[in-house]
């Protein structure tokens, strides 16, 4: 059985930083890929950026990138998110998945995701 536990979140001024850590325990596959998503209130679920449990491949959604940087430790089986320069429109509750299929190098970002996390909030005041 694969569980994901985030931790991280909080509130935090525009501009600051917070670390999102997803802990996996649990059979995985290194070719799937860990997902970072964020719901906001009366939003639909969006992923923000993804990175291939192994290898080279990551994602960013424009609005992140350059802000944002997603990273894993096959060691202690986390997948972090390091946000940086935070702003109000980054307020959300956080998930972390893992794809239900494998991401081949080279090609889009998977769109299915089958474990989840329970979410870490995510708060930017102005």
């Known amino acids: 059985q694969v569980q994901l536990v985030e931790s991280g979140g909080g509130l935090v001024q525009a501009g600051g930083s917070l670390r999102l850590s997803c802990k996996v325990s649990?059979?995985?596959?290194?070719?799937?890929?860990m997902g970072w998503f964020r719901q906001a209130p009366g939003e639909d679920r969006k992923i923000v950026a993804a990175?291939?449990?192994?290898?080279?491949?990551?994602y960013y959604i424009d609005s992140v990138k350059g802000r944002f940087t997603i990273s894993r430790d096959e060691d202690n089986l986390t997948v972090d998110l390091q946000m940086n320069g935070l702003k109000p429109d980054d307020t959300a509750a956080y998930y972390c998945?893992?794809?239900?299929?494998?991401?081949?190098?080279?090609?889009?970002?998977?769109?299915?995701?089958?474990?989840w996390g329970q979410g870490t909030q995510v708060t930017v005041s102005s």
């Open positions: 998945a893992i794809s239900a299929g494998p991401w081949i190098e080279g090609t889009p970002v998977p769109t299915e995701y089958g474990y």
């Open positions: 990175i291939r449990l192994s290898g080279t491949s990551t």
């Open positions: 649990g059979p995985t596959f290194s070719s799937y890929a």
